[in-house]
């Protein structure tokens, strides 16, 4: 799952970083010649039109009627060509940028994991705290833009009727299973190059802490500005929001577009994408690697080579399956991929893992406490 979707998202925000390294981002105007249709509507196109309509009527909320934000068709028509694939039968052909991109992202995790934890634990220094500054680069800017209040309020605002819902505790449960990593086998992967008695205790609550406030911190960055482009359309806050890659690739893209030194901010937000991306790729792939390693002989497991040969092995495996997000319908792959994550069937295995991780924890306790 790692290998087939988060690692193409990464590609994707690489992507967007090198497109960003420009005095003009490509996603704020509309060019028919690059595939854009003429329902796209660039900034200075929607500015007018809420323009308009605000004098009109000041009262009713601005909407698009059968438009596109510029942003939207630049993902999907430009980047994607989603438009030449009708669904899962026909791939379309393949898009030779994002194929580069998904190389370059599993040779920066080659690079970063062929000697195990004593380059990965170095490298994991730069994409763990960096995300930090620049997240708060981004907050700090996203405060000052007029607007901001109102979505960080949008976000903060308790809805006290949503905890009779099950569904708001089901997607809250999946969310802290896969933002803590829990029945992903990552942290038991790393866990195995700790000393024997390491305190994991301690490292369980500073991890659970750590997430909860990163998670908060990187919501109200997230809606400062959608604050801001709900402000700038004359639209209710949660008529911008969105899930997935409408949100990071869509809608804060247009957001950033509209802001003074625009390509500097783009390259910041996906800089920060890209360094949560390869943080997410090392985790998982480091399960597999692990695993595997503990079932070879220990003759094999000493060749000087073996780590690089079996990281190559696997990340060359997994780069290869992920090409086939390179093609038109990678979108189509990817949302039926997060669909099955959002629905539960994939947090319903980890249900069981994770159960049987307890029981083998309490027999390995009980077995333990007796030779002592």
């Known amino acids: 799952m790692v290998a087939f979707y988060y690692n193409t998202v990464t590609a994707w925000s690489l992507y967007f970083f090198l497109a960003s390294i420009t005095d003009k981002l490509p996603w704020t105007h509309c060019d028919t010649r690059r595939g854009n249709t003429a329902d796209c509507v660039s900034y200075a196109t929607l500015t007018a039109q809420v323009a308009n309509h605000t004098a009109e009527n000041n009262a009713t909320p601005f909407a698009l009627h059968n438009q596109t934000l510029a942003s939207t068709e630049y993902f999907e028509r430009v980047v994607l060509s989603m438009q030449q694939s009708t669904g899962l039968d026909d791939l379309g052909p393949m898009r030779w940028q994002i194929v580069g991109c998904t190389v370059v992202t599993f040779l920066i995790l080659y690079t970063a994991m062929r000697h195990g934890v004593k380059t990965s634990g170095k490298v994991v220094y730069v994409t763990a705290l960096c995300p930090y500054v620049l997240l708060f680069v981004l907050l700090f800017n996203g405060i000052t833009l007029e607007g901001s209040k109102q979505g960080i309020l949008y976000f903060i605002r308790p809805r006290f009727e949503k905890l009779s819902e099950m569904k708001v505790w089901a997607n809250a449960a999946i969310q802290i299973f896969f933002s803590t990593g829990a029945g992903f086998g990552a942290h038991i992967a790393y866990a195995t190059y700790n000393p024997t008695q390491y305190?994991?205790?301690r490292d369980c609550i500073i991890t659970s802490i750590v997430n909860s406030v990163t998670s908060i911190f990187a919501g109200i960055t997230v809606f400062a500005y959608l604050g801001y482009l709900a402000h700038l359309m004359?639209?209710?806050?949660?008529?911008?929001?969105?899930?997935?890659p409408g949100l990071v690739f869509q809608v804060y893209p247009f957001a950033i577009g509209t802001l003074p030194w625009a390509p500097f901010w783009a390259v910041t937000f996906f800089l920060l994408l890209i360094m949560l991306g390869l943080?997410?790729?090392?985790?998982?792939?480091?399960?597999?690697?692990?695993a595997l390693t503990d079932m070879m002989p220990m003759n094999l497991i000493k060749y000087?080579?073996?780590?690089?040969?079996?990281?190559?092995?696997?990340?060359?495996?997994?780069?290869?399956?992920?090409?086939?997000?390179?093609?038109s319908v990678s979108m189509v792959l990817s949302c039926s991929s997060d669909v099955g994550r959002t629905n539960g069937h994939i947090y319903e295995h980890?249900?069981?893992i994770l159960l049987f991780e307890c029981f083998g924890l309490v027999i390995y306790t009980s077995c333990s406490f007796h030779v002592q």
């Open 199 to 201: 305190n994991c205790y």
């Open 279 to 290: 943080d997410s790729g090392m985790g998982g792939l480091e399960s597999v690697i692990t």
């Open 234 to 244: 004359h639209s209710p806050v949660e008529s911008v929001t969105g899930e997935g």
């Open 350 to 352: 980890r249900k069981v």
């Open 304 to 327: 000087k080579h073996f780590r690089p040969l079996l990281t190559l092995f696997i990340l060359g495996s997994a780069c290869t399956v992920a090409m086939v997000n390179a093609t």
